[in-house]
């Protein structure tokens, strides 16, 4: 556990606040946390400090980015439709409705297709995953934390 929170607030101190007492005040908020790391296009999902799931991702890149950041989840959506992008985002978890960005299932080719890839700013995670996910993040009480930004992994 303590090695997480250090994890964290490290992360958390070097790409996102100049503070980390903010930080560690947040997890001690939260049982559960997704940490999504975008240099090295992996999420992982931590109870109590403890991993209990790690899963490949894709994010956004330059053009169209994922935004470091600390979010909470707020809306879960097992059929969500995007109108802007005329696509299925099934297992939209969503954390950022200003952006409107969430998590959801979507490709994610292996890492040596992944350089020429990106979401328009959400997070692909693929099946058996992202079912898992969307049943394990609980609206308002999920923490959601991107650090870093995508290099072309």
């Not at 930080?23 to 999504?36: G, H, N, P």
């Not at 109590?48 to 894709?58: A, H, N, Y």
């Amino acid at each position: 556990m303590r090695k997480f929170i250090y994890f964290i607030v490290v992360v958390l101190s070097i790409h996102i606040y100049g503070f980390p007492c903010r930080a560690a005040d947040l997890l001690k908020q939260y049982d559960k946390v997704i940490l999504i790391d975008q240099i090295r296009q992996i999420g992982k999902a931590y109870e109590d400090g403890k991993e209990v799931c790690e899963f490949p991702v894709i994010t956004g890149d330059d053009e169209t980015p994922t935004p470091p950041g600390i979010y909470i989840v707020q809306k879960k959506d097992a059929n969500y439709f995007s109108h802007t992008y005329q696509t299925p985002m099934p297992y939209s978890i969503f954390f950022d409705f200003r952006g409107k960005r969430a998590i959801h299932e979507g490709e994610v080719p292996p890492p040596n297709l992944r350089k020429d890839l990106a979401t328009h700013g959400c997070i692909h995670v693929e099946e058996p995953y992202i079912k898992w996910l969307y049943n394990w993040a609980v609206v308002g009480k999920t923490a959601v934390i991107i650090y870093g930004w995508r290099t072309g992994a």
